[in-house]
């Protein structure tokens, strides 16, 4: 279980109450980490793309009227938080973030039942971070193979 706060308290309250708000914070967060990855600057990179990721799971849970572009942002912020783990060399954490998106993606897919089109998307993102978390343990297994002497 993912426990990583990159949100504060106070902040998430003010977030959950002010949909706006948490739009356009979502959107800040997610470029501004997107600009300190361009540079390659990992661990700068986290708290941006964390804020962003924990964001998008906030508007996901507000956003009734484009139920389909909330469960993209998350899926695809979730993505980018596991790549910049990964990067920044923390492999759980990476996998962590794309299981626990899979997992919160679950109900939405349930909830949605009698909405066919919104229902293949959740299920579309849901298969794109289980496909993201598949790459990231080869990776890993490739990376941390034993190494046999001759």
């Not at 990992?42 to 964390?50: E, N, R, T």
């Not at 089109?117 to 496909?131: E, G, P, S, Y």
């Amino acid at each position: 279980m993912m426990t990583h706060r990159f949100l504060c308290a106070n902040h998430r309250l003010w977030l959950q109450s002010n949909p706006v708000a948490a739009n356009a914070h979502f959107a800040d967060t997610q470029d501004t980490g997107q600009w300190y990855r361009e540079q390659g600057l990992w661990q700068q990179a986290l708290p941006y793309v964390g804020c962003a990721h924990q964001t998008a799971e906030i508007v996901l849970t507000l956003e009734a009227r484009d139920k389909a572009s909330s469960v993209i942002n998350f899926t695809s912020s979730a993505i980018l938080l596991a790549d910049t783990w990964h990067k920044a060399g923390e492999y759980t954490n990476s996998r962590d973030v794309l299981r626990n998106a899979q997992q919160r993606l679950v109900p939405e897919h349930t909830l949605c039942y009698q909405q066919p089109v919104l229902q293949a998307c959740i299920r579309d993102c849901i298969k794109a971070l289980a496909t993201g978390e598949r790459f990231e343990q080869d990776l890993y297994l490739t990376n941390n193979e034993p190494r046999l002497s001759h």
